[in-house]
């Protein structure tokens, strides 16, 4: 079996969807599980509605209603229009959900309350409707498709918006329901991003999760391969949005694309290695506008060459320095700073420390219980946070080989607060002001990859 992923770009339209098929239809012999997300900007739009609902502006949640509708509506039409029968079937499908939707922020809009588990249902609905008119359209096209409700496969926790599976349930959950919904199908088709509680309430795999969902349905199938199909030639030498004149990485290992996507890079959810790694099935990333490319094949490192092979950044990061009046010593900085943080489960993307001074940054703006710790750690340390930083990172086997790095960075960004070389030897890291982030990592790539 292989497990064939389309991100929202490639589900957008009718001309997406029709290259999704083109696409799968070569396949059809290695066994595909089609994992699909809510078509482009869906799941943002439902975002919204949910916090509209949240705020009783009800007329607002009556207008994403009926930009939904009309979006899945045209879309179900232009692609059954030669199918009438399955047109009225697939749009009745559609119709259910949306109303059950408009029924549910309906009572949201009455409370003015917005739980996790409300938000984690709403937001769900966006792949529960593109999986549904993909799947028709597949039947459409004379390739009869299964379609499954992912959230009888993955279970998870009840953290609702950022849920973690149960890896042993939802393993013998998908090789049961897959191999009985197989029969007799040429092709089984499911969502990405949602899953559900043990208790059978919906839940999400927070933002981009449908890469991570891809990888786990994998690993429980022991796919010969994960292909995520998205709208880039493959994992690049820096964000194609940020930098001009990329480069296409043809191999990366396992660890190297992890770091990536821990240190910023979007193009896979920082999660989804792991499941794959864990049973050395290959990944690869792949263009679904431009199918001649062969993209980027992620795997086991000794496929992978030495040295850097991207930038990646986070644009906005806090860096926090917290100095003992006092020579505490490494492991009791750590200790006490730790104390305060893990139970609030404050995130935490470097560490450093000294005998009396530990460097923290915190990958994006965190809430009130990041402040708590910071406030429990100020009745013992001088504590500064520095706000609009960037943390730019060059990523690659044995990146310490790789010289002038530094130096690059401090001479067109005036300032490093921090820089660092990861533990696996995998990254270097430098926190930057954001002003200068632009010019930065434009020097860098081009120092790196085009000198
Ligand atoms: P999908 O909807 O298919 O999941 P995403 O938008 O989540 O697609 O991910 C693809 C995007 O990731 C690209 O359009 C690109 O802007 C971004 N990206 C960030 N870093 C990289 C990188 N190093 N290589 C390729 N794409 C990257
Ligand atoms: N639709 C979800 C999101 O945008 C999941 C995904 O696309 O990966 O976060
Ligand atoms: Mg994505």
Redesign the pocket.
């Known amino acids: 079996m292989i497990i064939v992923k389309f991100?929202?770009?490639?589900v957008q339209d009718e001309a997406a969807i029709g290259r999704v098929i083109q696409i799968v239809r070569g396949k059809l012999k290695e066994k595909p599980l089609v994992v699909v997300?809510a078509l482009a900007r869906v799941t943002r739009l439902l975002v919204s509605m949910a916090e509209e609902a949240e705020a009783q502006h009800e007329d607002n949640v009556k207008d994403l209603l009926s930009q939904l509708r009309e979006r899945h509506f045209n879309l179900a039409k232009n692609l059954l229009a030669q199918r009438p029968d399955l047109l009225s079937e697939c749009l009745g499908k559609v119709e259910e959900r949306i109303a059950d939707l408009e029924t549910f922020v309906g009572g949201v809009c009455l409370i003015g309350e917005l739980s996790s588990r409300s938000n984690a249902r709403i937001i769900s609905t966006g792949e529960l409707l593109s999986s549904t008119i993909i799947s028709y359209a597949f039947n459409a096209n004379d390739i009869s498709c299964h379609w499954i409700d992912a959230r009888r496969m993955i279970t998870t926790d009840d953290n609702y918006l950022n849920a973690r599976p149960d890896m042993e349930v939802t393993e013998a959950n998908i090789k049961r329901i897959v191999g009985l919904e197989y029969k007799g199908a040429d092709l089984v088709l499911t969502q990405g991003f949602v899953a559900s509680t043990e208790k059978g309430a919906t839940s999400v795999l927070g933002f981009?999760g449908?890469?991570y969902s891809a990888a786990i349905f994998g690993m429980a199938l022991g796919a010969e391969r994960v292909e995520i199909w998205?709208?880039?030639d493959g994992?690049?030498s820096?964000?194609?949005?940020v930098v001009k004149d990329t480069r296409k990485i043809d191999v990366i290992s396992y660890e190297e694309a992890a770091e990536?996507a821990a240190m910023g890079?979007?193009?896979l959810h920082p999660l989804t290695i792991e499941p794959a790694r864990k049973k050395n099935i290959p990944i690869k990333v792949l263009n679904s506008t431009n199918q001649a490319c062969d993209g980027t094949l992620v795997t086991l490192a000794d496929q992978s060459p030495d040295g850097p092979k991207?930038v990646?950044v986070r644009k906005e990061v806090l860096f926090v320095k917290i100095v003992s009046p006092k020579l505490d010593g490494v492991t009791r900085m750590f200790g006490k700073v730790f104390a305060s943080l893990y139970p609030r489960r404050v995130p935490v993307t470097i560490a450093k420390a000294t005998e009396s001074e530990v460097y923290l940054v915190i990958p994006e703006v965190v809430g009130e219980t990041f402040q708590d710790a910071l406030e429990e750690i100020g009745k013992w340390a001088e504590v500064t946070v520095y706000r609009d930083k960037a943390l730019v990172s060059v990523i690659g086997r044995n990146i310490v080989g790789f010289e002038g790095l530094g130096d690059k960075v401090i001479s067109v960004s005036g300032k490093v607060y921090l820089a660092n070389v990861s533990a696996n030897m995998m990254s270097e890291n430098f926190v930057i002001d954001s002003d200068r982030l632009q010019e930065t990592i434009e020097s860098l790539h081009e120092y790196i990859f085009n000198k």
Not at 238 to 241: G, I, M, V
């Open positions: 991100g929202g770009t490639s997300s981009e449908s890469d998205t709208d880039v994992i690049r820096a964000d194609p949005r990536m890079a979007r193009v991207s990646a």
